[in-house]
């Protein structure tokens, strides 16, 4: 942005587009979009999708169970409005989410997706599979 703003005279911005947060310690913390507090302060109609990563394939076979995944979603449009991430690898499973975000894939997209076994990001299928609870 900052290069083709400066060398390109484009007026390139991060407003309205989805800006990933990721701190690379052990577990990984990683944030996109709302939070569900923001989402309540907002006065948004929000579902939140909650997963420990103890039931995560990939997590109980690699033995990293510490963590959880977290999404804020739309209750009518069903678009991911934010999501947070504490696990191994967990930049790589927001990223996931930041595409679909980006791209405007609702939850119930990726929920009845099909992803590689055994992954992390397979396991945002049952992130989602949860909201049916």
Do not use: W
Not at 9 to 37: H, W
Not at 60 to 67: A, K, L, N, Q, S
Not at 98 to 105: H, R
């Amino acid at each position: 942005i900052v290069y083709r703003n400066l060398v390109e005279k484009t007026k390139l911005s991060t407003k309205d587009r989805p800006v990933p947060y990721c701190m690379f310690t052990d577990p990984q913390l990683a944030r996109i979009g709302i939070s569900e507090n923001e989402a309540k302060e907002q006065g948004l109609d929000y579902k939140v999708a909650l997963l420990p990563m103890a039931n995560v394939a990939r997590g109980i076979e690699t033995g990293e169970t510490f963590g959880l995944m977290k999404a804020v979603v739309d209750a009518k449009t069903k678009k991911i409005l934010g999501a947070a991430v504490i696990a191994a690898d967990g930049g790589e499973i927001m990223s996931v989410l930041q595409m679909a975000m980006q791209g405007g894939i609702t939850y119930e997209e990726i929920r009845y997706g099909i992803f590689a076994h055994p992954t992390y990001s397979e396991s945002l299928n049952n992130l989602f599979m949860k909201l049916d609870d």
